[in-house]
């Protein structure tokens, strides 16, 4: 029988294929990335291993088989950096579990709409040519030195992918014999594409030929899930090994790629149940916290996260209440939607730590929006703010880990376009330095030499004759190697002393010594394994200084048309004289004012080296940007966009227009003279954010 929906070459390119970077061809076929071994991990470009008939392969299947757990459907947090919410869109699926099919006429319609080719098997996703990514073979021998049973892991998840191939197939042909009588190597799988088709073919069959065909069905369900199971400890092998594990919620995808592109190995996970000590760094990507911030498991999960050692990464927020999520309950701020975002020259390095050795500035061009009111004591203030000095990346150990908290939006921004050099070098750096936060780097300035012990440790069950020290470049260029000579016995350390020669003008960052380990016929025995680190820099902190006058406010970003918006408006004096004067108000409205000076907050005093906050409140009809600019006494606060002002800052609101639904309910159709009329009114509420209104309702009943 001819298999004409290609599901024999996707099950056998799963099945063959699986182990990927294995091997890699040393041929002139150019360097063709082929399907990843596992649904959900991600490691540099897999992304872009799936051509567009694959991607259109990628429907949804309904597999009887399959039970996948799913965050809670929650709705996608708005997007940072926007002075507006952007247009709704969902994120993440519900939970769901397919049961099996338990009649006929679902087979078939399964088999048909699905065209077999899908199998509901997700091993493998495509192949072009068996060429192996680079980065993706070191990361697959990586895995194999540090997980001996990955081999055997990978023959089981190929045998099962075959058995259960071949039961599809026999479902396949028993349908055919019963459709068409009888099969040839020609013949195709039917396809019923009205209901009238299937229906005459059920009637065609006797019980006897329905239990046939169902039997075979079960036998494929129980392969499949026997190859599911095999391919689940594939996943484990894979997440046991990468560099940083992603919380699948919020905007999680422009991570996975930010990190694809800085060839950091990483997988993302949701699961409640998941073993998050498995991963030496996690991160959480922004707005991750949306929705979570009530859940006391999600809070217990990250706390016992970093409490036996792990290091939490996380990114902005959308409100500042979500800021609870992190361990310690201490932290409090305000998220993007409560704020006005920066990016050019938009913070700077407080206190220098490893992170920030690839900067070329202590200004940095960065995407942030939000910032922290209260943090713990023993928190170190690693960036600030250059509007209001208010910290906007923090860290601080809590029990045995460590939390970096930021309110940086980098993962959006990269997956917009919308990220400088400086920001994503910082992530970068961040990243290397949180493999090992507590262990001190060394540092050198360009062009200088710098003298290392490395420790070198063979993880194998084998004798390695030689170690090959590489150096290696922040952004994972090899630069330089070198050979030693030396026997090393299996699961023994031996520690050596190297000083690299660096290149003129080296790069700011984080670099590494790394090794190689090869027998006495030169063979690698353990693959480009991480040695110690150093970092190049310039070791920058405090360009801004705390003077002159500063003025911030914030406020919710939405309002319902013709309703009153509480602006908190904040000052501060870092002059050494007291300071009185007025802060002026004007408006840019959308569709109304161009501009329009709207009001004062009158005679304020700022005490020096101090700050204080004031409240303004005002009815809003169009979207608007409203100023607020600080004065002295004798100056004119009514000028065209606060010209004159000590200083000036802008927030944004967005208006939107209540829309309801209303939905009409009696308790009959009908009614005649005497009868007790109940009328029920349902509401829905069309837009993004609540709001109150009023219903007048009225009745004229005639006699």
């Known amino acids: 029988m001819k298999d004409p929906t290609g599901v024999g070459f996707l099950v056998w390119g799963a099945a063959t294929t699986v182990d990927i970077g294995a091997t890699i061809l040393e041929t002139a076929l150019p360097p063709v990335r082929i399907g990843h071994a596992v649904l959900d991990v991600s490691y540099s470009y897999h992304r872009n291993w799936q051509d567009d008939w694959i991607k259109d392969l990628k429907k949804e299947p309904n597999p009887p088989y399959r039970e996948r757990s799913y965050p809670p459907k929650l709705p996608n947090p708005k997007d940072p950096g926007k002075d507006h919410p952007d247009d709704y869109k969902g994120v993440l699926e519900a939970p769901f579990v397919t049961p099996p099919a338990n009649d006929i006429e679902m087979l078939l319609q399964e088999y048909d709409e699905l065209s077999l080719s899908y199998l509901a098997f997700e091993v493998g996703l495509s192949i072009n040519d068996p060429v192996c990514d680079y980065e993706m073979g070191k990361f697959v021998q990586k895995l194999k030195t540090t997980n001996p049973d990955y081999d055997k892991h990978l023959e089981e998840v190929k045998q099962k992918s075959e058995e259960a191939y071949q039961a599809a197939y026999e479902v396949q042909k028993k349908v055919c014999l019963l459709y068409y009588g009888t099969i040839t190597e020609t013949t195709e799988f039917p396809h019923f594409k009205i209901q009238e088709e299937v229906t005459n073919f059920l009637n065609s069959l006797t019980p006897q030929q329905r239990e046939e065909v169902l039997a075979l069905q079960k036998i494929y369900f129980d392969k499949m899930k026997i190859a599911v199971d095999a391919q689940k400890q594939i996943y484990e092998d894979i997440r046991n090994t990468v560099d940083v594990g992603i919380m699948y919620h919020g905007f999680p995808d422009d991570i996975v790629n930010l990190l694809n592109s800085l060839e950091v190995s990483n ?297 009153n918006v509480v602006y908190t408006v904040f000052v501060r004096n870092d002059t050494n004289e007291d300071f009185n004067g007025n802060i002026g108000v004007g408006v840019h409205e959308q569709g109304g004012r161009y501009w329009a000076n709207v009001g004062v907050i009158p005679y304020i005093t700022l005490p020096a080296h101090s700050q204080r906050s004031f409240v303004f409140e005002r009815n809003v009809n169009f979207s608007t940007a409203t100023y607020f600019g600080l004065f002295p006494l004798s100056a004119n606060y009514e000028t065209y966009f606060l010209k004159g002002a000590v200083t000036t800052c802008e927030k944004g609101v967005w208006v939107i227009k209540p829309s309801v639904d209303i939905h009409t309910m009696t308790n009959k159709k009908q009614f005649v003279k005497g009868d007790d009329v109940s009328i029920g009114l349902n509401f829905t509420n069309k837009e993004l954010f609540n709001y109150e209104f009023s219903v007048i309702s009225s009745c004229n009943l005639k006699q």
Not at 407 to 432: M, P, V
């Open 267 to 563: 997988a993302t996970f949701w699961d409640d149940d998941e073993d998050l000590s498995k991963y030496k760094t996690i991160i959480m990507p922004s707005g991750s916290s949306f929705g979570m911030d009530t859940s006391e498991i999600f809070k217990w999960q990250l706390r016992q996260y970093v409490k036996n050692g792990g290091v939490l990464i996380s990114f902005a927020q959308q409100q500042g209440y979500e800021f609870s999520c992190l361990p310690g309950g201490e932290v409090k701020g305000y998220g993007w939607a409560e704020d006005q975002s920066c990016w050019t020259n938009a913070a700077y390095v407080d206190t220098y730590k490893p992170c920030f050795a690839g900067q070329n500035s202590a200004n940095l061009d960065v995407n942030v929006d939000g910032y922290f009111t209260q943090w713990p004591a023993s928190a170190t203030v690693l960036l600030r703010r250059i509007k209001n000095n208010m910290p906007c990346m923090i860290s601080y150990p809590y029990d045995k880990g460590y939390v970096i908290a930021s309110t940086l939006f980098s993962d959006w921004g990269y997956g917009h376009n919308q990220t400088s050099k400086a920001e994503i070098t910082l992530i970068r750096d961040l990243i290397s330095w949180a493999k090992d936060i507590n262990k001190e780097i060394p540092e050198v300035k360009p062009d200088e030499t710098i003298k290392l012990d490395v420790s070198v440790v063979n993880n194998t069950d084998k004798v390695a004759n030689k170690a090959i020290l590489t150096l290696i470049d922040p952004d994972r260029n090899i630069i330089a190697t070198q050979t030693i000579t030396t026997i090393i016995p299996p699961h023994s350390t031996i520690k050596t002393t190297h000083s690299p020669l660096l290149p003129q003008n080296s790069k700011h960052g984080i670099w590494w010594v790394g090794y190689e380990l090869q027998d006495n016929a030169n063979n690698t025995i353990q693959p480009q394994t991480e040695g110690e680190r150093f970092a190049v820099s310039k070791h920058l902190t405090g360009s801004t200084k705390l003077d002159g006058y500063k003025i911030w406010a914030i406020s919710d970003d939405q309002a319902a048309v013709d309703s």
